[in-house]
Nanobody, 117 residues
């Protein structure tokens, strides 16, 4: 089992920046193939990938956030952060922390990010 707790988010104007942090209850990166990252879900839309980072450090970004968002991890603190720059109104969504831990998926409770135009 993995518990994920998100922090950060809020309201920001377009062009601004926000940071999200996700704290895991255990070291997710203890096994090959394990992953942590972020997904988001806008009203009326499906939940989509934002960024993930794997045990080996391989990072994957959605095309819509490449060059604007940066995912990072602190293995000792069991955290994964998402720095979001140059935010756009279309980035408005509930952001969910995600972990794949030995083939099981875990989700945080979600945190709202709202970007005003």
């Amino acid at each position: 089992q993995v518990q994920l707790v998100e922090s950060g988010g809020g309201l920001v104007q377009a062009g601004g920046s926000l940071g999200l942090s996700c704290a895991a209850s255990r070291n997710v990166f203890s096994g090959i193939g394990n992953v942590m990252g972020w997904y988001r879900q806008a009203p009326g839309k499906q939940r989509d990938l934002v960024a993930t980072i794997g045990t080996g450090g391989i990072i994957n970004y959605s095309d819509s956030v490449k060059g604007r968002f940066t995912i990072s991890r602190d293995i000792a603190k069991k955290t994964v952060d998402l720095q979001m720059n140059s935010l756009k109104p279309e980035d408005t969504a509930v952001y969910y922390c995600y972990a794949r831990y030995f083939y099981s998926a875990y989700w945080g409770q979600g945190t709202q990010v709202t970007v005003s135009s």
